[in-house]
């Protein structure tokens, strides 16, 4: 039988989580992409911690118009402005088993934006 849309990207996400995973000094930033919502975080895998959490559903961006795409990358610079403050340069990028293509790419460019290193 054929895998589903989700069982595929769990495959793809274990796959890929077996190389990158965050430390204190580069964490790793997950993101979670839902029909509606953009969820992205800082992770310190090694201590089992967030840094810092931004989403689609945050005051100041959901109040925000503009298409998904838009406030993806919206989402991207607060998390990144956020880090930036907790101390944070450099990151690795988790794109969580979703291909690297609109919403996770607006993200993730608007996190380079905001002066994130990948």
């Known amino acids: ?26 964490p790793r930033l997950s993101v979670f992409r839902s029909n509606k919502e ?11 911690k967030t840094i810092c959490a931004s989403s689609s559903r945050d005051k100041d961006i959901s109040s925000a118009k503009g298409t998904k795409t838009e406030i993806a990358a919206l989402v991207g610079k607060t998390v990144a402005e956020k880090a930036l403050k907790a101390g944070v340069g450099t990151i690795s990028f988790d794109r969580n088993g979703y291909q690297y293509h609109g919403r996770v790419k607006s993200l993730a460019e608007g996190a380079r934006e905001a002066g994130l290193k990948f």
Do not use: N
């Open 38 to 48: 953009i969820y992205a975080q800082l992770v310190d895998d090694v201590s089992g």
């Open 1 to 26: 039988m054929a895998l589903t849309k989700y069982e595929r990207r769990l495959r793809i996400k274990s796959r890929v989580r077996k190389t990158v995973s965050g430390t204190e000094a580069r």
